[in-house]
């Protein structure tokens, strides 16, 4: 754990905060391999190296688990039968809006709970003391148009 991130878990344990102790993984690209791109929800990917062994690690070290996913709500089931069958954890789906989670069984859904960390391959980091939203998205065009004309190469 990085020390930010083990400062921020000191800091919200503190606070008595129930997202101290959960933490929340993307599923495509951070759990899932995702490299081939969508193939119609089809779940064809194998563990990224390591996601298995630290999901493991995580719930048996007493962490609450959250899965989440931007695919639609009719493939979540499927994304907790994959958990399930290369992890061996116990999954529940839900597209309820929780607060907080907390046990030993991984929650999959699309909504964002209450988390000591998010964790996830898209991310931006919004930082203040970095300059903020000066530097949070620098270096992408005001106009989307710009980014998707033809023939334009960064």
Sequence with gaps: MSHALLE?????ARAGSPSAGTLSFDFDGVVMDH???WQDGDLYGAPIPGAVEELQRRIAGGWSV???TARDPRFHDEVAAWIRRHTGLETVVSARRHTYWSGSTVLVTNVKPGALSYVDD???RFDLAAGGWQTALAGLPFARAEVLAPGVRP
């Design 66 to 68: 959250v899965i989440q």
């Design 35 to 37: 490299s081939s791109g």
């Design 8 to 12: 921020r878990a000191h800091l919200l």
């Design 122 to 124: 898209n991310a931006i």
